[in-house]
């Protein structure tokens, strides 16, 4: 079994619709929690940064911690042709290595 | 301009030949690491330093080798060993403190086999 599961899609959505990525983990350790945007061809970048449990908003973006199901989510409202891209989960715990979901491929149809 | 710069955007390499590629950063962070990434897969460490003159083997170390001979300094090494180099490869360093373990990529390398 992996550290961290994620389904990789693809996932394809109407503009304007709310879309839910999600995270499973086993390792009860994990403390800090992330999700990276990645663009084809582009090394990926952080977009939303959680230490243990709980929400995070910013702007259209919110990043929800649930320690005791080990789950994470990223909700994306009113989704935008550009926010077409792999969307990563990364956690880790301490000063240890940061373990990758597998990404999930989203896309954002006009 | 602060962040994370790799070089060559894009690399060939011939059968039986070393290649290196380039990772520089002027973030100021102790800790740098390497990835590789394959079409559909998420990323999987090759090697990384906490600290100048000192690296340890990630998951995948086999066929490449690095160096840490400066903070600002992270090259990789890709071996004639290395059987299936045709990858993206990611470097990144990480921003450390209380309560705060981030990550911040470079663009990346695309390397395939001539």
């Known amino acids: 079994q992996k550290e961290v599961e994620q389904d990789p899609g693809p996932l394809s959505v109407p503009e304007g619709a709310i879309v839910s990525l999600n995270c499973t983990y086993s390792?009860?350790?994990?403390?800090?929690f992330m999700w990276y945007r990645q663009y084809s061809r582009k090394g990926p970048e952080l977009l939303m940064y959680t230490y243990s449990s709980g929400n995070k908003e910013d702007g259209r973006f919110t990043a929800q911690v649930d320690k005791s199901s080990k789950y994470i989510s990223l909700f994306i409202r009113d989704s935008q042709p550009s926010d077409s891209a792999t969307y990563l989960c990364a956690m880790i715990q301490g000063a240890q290595k940061l373990v990758f979901g597998q990404g999930t491929r989203l896309t954002i149809n006009p | 301009d602060g962040g994370i710069t790799q070089s060559p955007k894009y690399l060939f390499r011939k059968e039986g030949q070393n290649v290196t590629l380039s990772c520089e950063q002027n973030l100021n962070h102790d800790a740098m690491y390497w990835y590789r990434q394959d079409p559909g897969q998420g990323l999987r460490l090759i090697y990384y330093?906490?600290?100048?003159?000192?690296?340890q083997k990630g998951d995948i170390a086999e066929g490449y080798s690095v160096s840490r001979e400066k903070k600002e300094s992270f090259p990789l090494t890709v071996t004639s060993a290395q059987k299936n180099p045709t990858a993206f490869y990611l470097c990144?360093?990480?921003?450390?403190?209380?309560?705060?373990?981030?990550?911040?990529f470079g663009a990346g390398t695309r390397l395939s086999v001539l």
């Open positions: 390792n009860s350790a994990f403390q800090y």
């Open positions: 990144a360093s990480m921003e450390q403190g209380a309560a705060k373990n981030i990550q911040y």
């Open positions: 330093s906490q600290i100048v003159n000192d690296f």
